[in-house]
DNA sequence: TTTATAACATACTAATTAGTATGTTATTTT
DNA sequence: AAAATAACATACTAATTAGTATGTTATAAA
């Protein structure tokens, strides 16, 4: 990797954790150079504006990281119920990058982008679907081999344990992590009327 | 009511619709008071700063709005699944204040404000709570006239019910209303099982 | 090795921001 | 009616903002 594409990943990955903590509308260039020690000029450089780089860092930072850590790992699923209540606990409990305090990254931007600029919903949008395909694959997979009930209806699942996500990421902020705990014992219920 | 009174809930429901469509920090006093051709002495006059009257936007206007639309009707009922369905279905495709493209307002600002800003966290808080609590009354009246069972945990199916809608208001910003259907024919299942 | 270009670095600008300072005018209280 | 206070109105300030203008320096192509 050549030194200006690290420069690059650099601006990014920062960003990222300002952003994640913060919000995208308040978190100031200068505050994402200041924590890079890279200067404005090498910003401009590699973004032609703020926006450009909060689209790269969906692009090129939060969609890959959610793509391993959420789509990839159902896609090969055989047993739904199981394989989706231990994405969901790896998720809210032990995963070490998320705090209950700061929610989701990719609901977050969804919750303060998505109605006030089109190209942060386009690529916030692909992330969700993405997720939901996955979900819904996963639960055929389980209707074939008769580990979910065949009168199950896969994509009305998937929009439904995504809405759970999202939901108890955004009351976790208030209810702190016990409500991750609460919405799990109650997730498992609902995942075992599926079979 | 004084004219000053009156000034100051034209203040907070000017700002609130505002706030609902851009969200609070991107919302500027300037802009409140111009929406409102309230002068900015008058507006320093009645809040001390814009947070104090973020505050009072969320405790005078939101926290009674919601209180009227989603915890009074669940007091009273005596069907927990039959009740919870239509106030569901009533906030998310009869309501005509709300708007898929801005979600909920409640919601937003837990989003946005929870992590940051203790007084907003206190007082969001308290909205969800009333909240949770009215669905528990509304579970626990319906195990009592044995129209739901009894071994169902009336705060853990609260739990998971808010974060449902909170995350449904979230996905709908990207998916459009097509979510909210959707959401509500999985959430008429997972009600049924409850019985 | 010259030349072109990528990758920075520094200093600046115009707009916007929350909040203040200092007034005037309307409304109560005495 | 006089005095006090509530309810404004206007003009300002200091800080922060995204973005630009104009350079210099490192890297790579010719």
Redesign the pocket.
């Known amino acids: 990797m050549?030194?200006?594409?690290?420069?690059?990943l650099n601006i990014l990955s920062k960003a990222f954790e300002l952003v994640y903590r913060n919000g995208y509308?308040?978190?100031?260039?200068?505050?994402i150079i200041a924590s890079t020690?890279?200067?404005?000029?090498?910003?401009?450089?590699?973004f032609?504006?703020?926006?450009e780089m909060g689209i790269a860092l969906i692009k090129e930072v939060l969609f890959p990281a959610m793509n391993k850590a959420m789509v990839k790992p159902l896609l090969s699923s055989k047993d739904a119920v199981k394989d989706l209540y231990e994405l969901m606990e790896g998720l809210l409990i032990h995963n070490s990058f998320f705090n209950v305090k700061y929610g989701c990254p990719a609901v977050n931007l969804i919750e303060e982008m998505a109605a006030i600029n089109p190209n942060f919903n386009k690529a916030l949008t692909e992330i969700i679907i993405s997720w939901q395909k996955a979900i819904g694959v996963s639960i055929e997979n389980s209707i074939s081999n008769n580990t979910i009930k065949d009168d199950v209806k896969a994509d009305q699942v998937a929009t439904f344990i995504i809405s759970g996500y999202s939901g108890v990421r955004n009351t976790g902020k208030i209810l702190g992590s016990n409500a991750y705990k609460i919405y799990l014992k109650e997730l498992r219920n609902y995942l075992k009327t599926l079979t």
Chains 1, 2 share one sequence.
């Open positions: 050549s030194k200006g594409q690290l420069t690059r509308q308040t978190t100031s260039v200068d505050e020690s890279v200067t404005k000029g090498a910003f401009y450089h590699h032609k504006n703020k926006d």
